[in-house]
């Protein structure tokens, strides 16, 4: 069963455009949403977080949605640039819990046209 | 910190032959994963591990894996046999209970069953 589901599963933006990456989650225990970037090659990495006690969070270009009461957060790239071009992942956990995984979403491969 | 190091970063292997991949995680850092990457089915967790205890390996997905942490600093995931369906990369990730969910990802391993 997947518990975080994730869309769209590919997306083309052209340079400038925004990329908007949707996720939904299940579980309520929750709290703790990250988004991951992997590059070709490279393992993934944390791009950005957001906890539920907050409904947006940015840094730079890229900024979380998040709306707790429909279970969804979405990723929005904004003046989306070629060296965007990655898979994102999202992801859940629960913080500070004997049961420390992440559950991830299936990934999402965004291409940036220049 | 060097980061979480996977090695090797390839393997070719034939079919039949056994298989250990090996992972370094973050000094300090008390979980410990392992995960499969494939186009068809995304990133999957295999089996994961607190203080160098196995807490849920229902990821894995049959007998020939199995997977060991002897010491805080050091994991192996095995395979035996090895078969072409097992191709894919696998990544080992650490975090700590302390990081908020983040968890730091290796290189990965490219293993290719011939």
């Known amino acids: 069963q997947q518990q975080v589901k994730q869309s769209p599963q590919s997306l083309i933006v052209q340079k400038g455009g925004i990329s908007i990456i949707n996720c939904a989650y299940e579980n309520t225990a929750f709290d703790y949403f990250p988004w991951y970037q992997q590059f070709p090659g490279k393992g993934p990495a944390l791009l950005i977080a957001i906890r539920p006690d907050v409904s947006e969070k940015k840094e730079g270009r890229f900024t979380i949605s998040f709306n707790k009461s429909a279970k969804q957060f979405s990723l929005h790239i904004m003046d989306s640039q070629p060296g965007d071009s990655a898979t994102y992942f999202c992801?859940?956990?629960?913080?500070?819990?004997?049961?420390?995984?992440?559950?991830f979403g299936r990934g999402t491969q965004l291409t940036v046209w220049p | 910190d060097a980061g979480v190091i996977q090695s090797p970063r390839h393997e070719v292997t034939e079919m039949g032959q056994e298989v250990t991949l090996r992972c370094k995680p973050i000094?300090?850092?008390?979980?410990l994963f392992w995960y499969r990457q494939t186009m068809m089915r995304g990133l999957e967790l295999l089996i994961y591990?607190?203080?160098?205890?196995?807490?849920?390996d229902s990821g894995m997905p049959e007998d020939r894996f199995s997977a060991k942490m002897p010491n805080a600093s050091f994991s192996t995931l095995k395979i035996q046999p090895s078969e072409p369906r097992d191709s894919a990369v696998y990544f080992c990730?650490?975090?700590?209970?302390?990081?908020?969910?983040?968890?730091?990802f290796g290189q990965g391993t490219r293993l290719t069953v011939v």
């Open positions: 992801a859940a956990s629960r913080r500070g819990s004997t049961l420390g995984r992440l559950y």
């Open positions: 591990f607190n203080n160098n205890v196995p807490i849920d």
């Open positions: 990730a650490s975090r700590n209970r302390d990081s908020g969910g983040r968890a730091f």
């Open positions: 000094s300090g850092h008390d979980y």
